[in-house]
């Protein structure tokens, strides 16, 4: 696989954060390769890593050691400036928190990105499809508190993708959602990767949105011990029961001999 032509392409990456007089290994030598369209899910419990993955792929952290490429460029090299300016191109990023301004409505909060990029009459169309599809359409004059948990988070994905990002990554993005409109965003996130060949990573402990992913990436202790497709799983409980397995049968990397 060439990393150059593929939309991710991250290779030993490490990444250690000081806490107090000791430190921890958040990422220990990762590799990663994701082509385009694809949907990856990685999941882990909590400390595992995830969030500290997706954020050196969207380049708001600076690994310690390894190359992160995106759409064929290495992050790494990339002045602080270039970095962000790459970032509101290419990766659309979706958190557990909204993240919404409450000082603006909602097409004021999802046109911001295209606004700062001078993207305006770019991506009118793009919001006026964006808006229809998720459903937006009598919230779009509303401030974030008028709008429920499911609409401020639809809003937050459509700030997202406004600017048409080949790269979707979400950090548990359905922590803050009930369970249907958790299995809505989820919904939406595999129409993006089977109908718009958009590029998702998704980052997860929960099977029930892991499986809307076509591919698991393991994350534990810093390293990913396995991977499996989800199409041989016709629900999240069997789904839920091989990650498990694998979790529970892997010794712990200190006491390995
Ligand atoms: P996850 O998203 O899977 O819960 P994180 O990537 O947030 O895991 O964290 C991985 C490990 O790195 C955890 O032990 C966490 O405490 C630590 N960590 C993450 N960010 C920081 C930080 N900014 N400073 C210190 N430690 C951190
Ligand atoms: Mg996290």
């Not at 939309?7 to 490490?14: A, L, Q, Y």
């Amino acid at each position: 696989m060439d990393k150059n032509e593929l939309p991710v392409s991250i290779e030993k990456v490490s990444k250690r954060f000081r806490q107090g007089a000791s430190y921890v290994d958040a990422l220990n030598e990762v590799s990663l390769n994701v082509s385009k369209g694809d949907f990856t899910a990685v999941m882990g419990a909590s400390g595992s890593g995830k969030s500290t993955l997706l954020h050196l792929i969207a380049g708001l952290t600076s690994p310690d050691s390894g190359s992160i490429y995106v759409n064929g460029e290495d992050l790494t090299k990339m002045s602080d400036k270039r970095r962000t300016m790459f970032r509101r191109r290419h990766i659309g990023l979706v958190f557990q928190a909204f993240n919404l301004i409450p000082t603006l409505t909602a097409e004021e909060n999802i046109l911001l990105p295209a606004m700062s990029d001078g993207r305006m009459k770019e991506v009118k169309l793009s919001f006026l499809n964006l808006v229809s599809r998720l459903g937006l359409e009598k919230r779009i004059g509303h401030r974030p508190d008028a709008m429920s948990g499911g609409e401020q988070q639809r809003a937050a994905v459509a700030r997202a993708l406004v600017n048409q990002p080949s790269i979707v990554l979400a950090d548990e993005p359905t922590g803050s959602l009930d369970s249907v409109n958790g299995q809505n965003l989820c919904k939406l996130l595999r129409e993006l990767s089977d109908n718009d060949g958009r590029t998702i990573i998704l980052v997860t402990h929960e099977p029930s949105v892991a499986i809307w992913a076509k591919k698991i990436m393991v994350l534990k202790d810093g390293r990913f011990i396995d991977s499996f497709d989800t199409v041989k799983f016709k629900d999240s409980h069997s789904l839920a029961a091989h990650y498990q397995s694998i979790v529970e049968s892997r010794i712990p990397t200190e006491i390995a001999v």
